[in-house]
Nanobody, 123 residues
């Protein structure tokens, strides 16, 4: 089992950058794939990016590809989401999620979730 805590959200202007962190507690963190999802008001939670346990595999949604980068430091039990060239439509609560196995791009593929961190991008 793993517990996840997100941090790094905030209020920024369009074009700015933010780096989110997902800190994990528990054993065998390097065995867990981690995904980032986001949920805007009135919308369903959507996939953003995911990374395998070894960091050898990553995947991104089309809406963030080329602007966001997911990475991890297993020595620190932390996964990062570097967000560049932010747009107002990136405004959402961002969640990290973990599971043993593949880098799924849907919420049902993940067993463990953090509480979320708010990202607001003003125009």
């Amino acid at each position: 089992q793993v517990q996840l805590v997100e941090s790094g959200g905030g209020l920024v202007q369009a074009g700015d950058s933010l780096r989110l962190s997902c800190a994990a507690s528990g054993r065998r963190f390097s065995s867990y794939a981690v995904g980032w999802f986001r949920q805007a008001p009135g919308k369903e939670r959507e996939f953003v990016a995911a990374i395998s346990g070894s960091a050898g595999s990553t995947r991104y949604s089309d809406s963030v590809k080329g602007r966001f980068t997911i990475s991890r430091d297993n020595a620190k039990n932390t996964v990062y989401l570097q967000m560049n060239s932010l747009k107002p439509e990136d405004t959402a609560v961002y969640y990290c999620a973990g599971q043993l196995g593949s880098t799924y791009a849907y919420t049902g593929g993940y067993n463990y979730w953090g509480q979320g961190t708010q990202v607001t991008v003003s125009s």
